[in-house]
């Protein structure tokens, strides 16, 4: 039962539409946050804190905290600015991140480069939105080794290596007031690892006033990853 529910909701999230978020700037003074966890069939653990603030009309400044059960955790502070002018449908950014990784009592120092487009559009299903995004993270001396400490590949897949690239091609639809439906193709590639890819599909619902609940499915399609179910809260004001 459980699991037809899931599959229904990842097949619902895979409908093409729109979305909200990306390149787009937070308004000043605007505040969004959302605190998620994501946890596979294997009983591995990912759970995050995403926080954003509105500092100007194109700049915007971010934290990310997470904390992986295989013995992980990383933090991340990060500028965006906005590239266009806020005119015509296209949206274009580019963001500047800092921050450390902390594993087995070490710490290590974490940057992070990135840039993304993104675009509103209207559909018969309702308003949405797509954006691609893409980020190259660097950790300094960082040796990733999982697989010694008797790590899976999917464990491993986890921790943070010296480099990674990650993009993320993610379409937004909302077909009634207060329901977001969202679907999204995870790409990243770790040194001497094939391309992994995964699908995630998920809905956010409106709580009233500021908040809102998401819950979604992940899929491996190909490379390290097993499938997880992922549940989060949001609150915007």
Known sequence: MVRRFLVSLFLLAALPGVAQAGPWPREPGGVFTSLSAERDRNGNLYSGLYAEY????????????????VGETTGLIWLQRALDAGEGPNRFS??????????????????????????????????????????????????????ARGLTPTEDSYLTPETVAKAEVTFGLRPV?????????????????????KLVGSVVQDL????????????????????AVKIGTWLEF
């Not at 500092?55 to 059960?69: D, K």
């Open 54 to 69: 509105g500092l100007s009309p194109r700049n915007t400044v971010g934290v990310e905290i997470g904390r992986a059960s």
């Open 94 to 147: 580019a963001s500047l991140g800092l921050g450390a990784v902390e594993r087995d009592g070490r710490v290590h120092p974490l940057g992070q480069i990135g840039a993304g487009w993104g675009r509103g559009v209207q559909t018969r299903l309702g308003d949405g939105w797509i954006t691609v995004e893409g980020r190259v993270k660097i950790a300094g001396g960082m040796d990733l080794a999982g697989l």
């Open 177 to 197: 007031d207060g329901l977001m439906v969202i679907s999204q193709l995870r790409l990243e590639r770790r040194p001497h690892e094939a391309l992994s890819q």
């Open 208 to 227: 009233g006033g500021p908040a809102k609940i998401e819950l979604g499915l992940i899929l491996p399609v190909a490379g390290p990853g097993a499938r």
